[in-house]
């Protein structure tokens, strides 16, 4: 916000709201008021909020300090969080990593621009947490201490990167336009194309490719070499897959991101739960909150690995943004589950 009028008017427009409906979320009131989450979070900032230096490296360096809690990445149509401790920290400034069992995110720090911290008084607790955001004032990631965190190591984290400018409200930049696609290329790339799609080694490299040809990624999969056939569903699939992996106890890994993190659960899902258009599970560890009406496409890929095919659902949202993506549990040296598989084939 620019000026103190104006934040008051958003304080009181927000007062307003919360109080016509207590259980109201921050970004679903963001997005009723036409602001940023951040717009409304800053607004707390000398109260409930602490306002950060946003020294990423450091900070995330310090994050295993805080010992067992739950990290939260989410785009506009599915949540993912899941529990456990930030060990494993390797840093790149284009893609930094945490990778063990419980947390396994992938951060893309380019877009990273503000960190705070927020402390809320519950009923019989305080609710802790880090929060990550863009220059636009969108949530990235965030931190959520559980009952089994170290507190004293929240607050010496939150105290050591505090920063001098405690004042109320954030100036926050518009949030670009949705991407539109771009012409295909000539039919001689497009072959190209295809024919290093035969030849892909690993999976991690499929973006690298689609970059190089200037697809994007609904288009790479609607221009996929025959023999891959990727393969357009109905859009009831990614239910179907989470109930059909519940059912057979089917290990799988579960993709959600957004433009500065992707967070990965890997392990059984058990507690498959249906809550108006979203469908959730509900498991100790892991919980994931998927909104069905906003999915616009599902596809089934498959692609080549020096370990075998490599099989996907990917699902689309209207703007063609990739909202969550399924895997069979895997390594690399290991080929793809059979269950996995067998559950794709069912689809």
Known sequence: MNNVESKMSLKEKWDELVAQNPKTRIRAAANQLGVSELDLLSLKVGDTVTRLNPDFKAFLEETEKLGYVMALTRNESVVHERKGVYANFSYNPHASLFVNEDIDLRLFMGPWK????EEVEAKDSVKRS?????????????????PKSDVDAFNLIKN???????????IVEARPEPKERGELPS?????????????????????GMINKYKLSRVQALENAPDEYHAKKVENEALR???????????????????????????????????????????DPAFNLHANMEDIDQTWIVRKPTEDGIVTSIEVFDKDENLIVTLFGKRKPGIPELKEWQELVEKI
């Open 187 to 207: 039919t001689e790339e497009i072959e190209n194309f295809k024919e290093e799609w035969r030849n892909l080694k690993d999976t991690h490299d499929f973006f």
């Open 130 to 146: 880090f929060q990550i955001f863009d220059k636009s004032g969108d949530a990235i990631h965030k931190i959520y201490l559980t």
């Open 160 to 170: 050591r990167f505090k920063a001098d400018d405690q004042s109320q409200g954030e």
């Open 114 to 117: 503000y960190i705070y911290a």
């Open 240 to 282: 179907k897959a989470l109930e059909l992996a519940s059912e057979a106890e089917t290990p799988i890994m579960v993709f959600v991101g957004n433009k500065g993190s992707i967070q990965i659960h890997t392990g059984e899902v058990k507690n498959i739960v249906e809550f108006g258009t979203w469908i959730n599970v509900m």
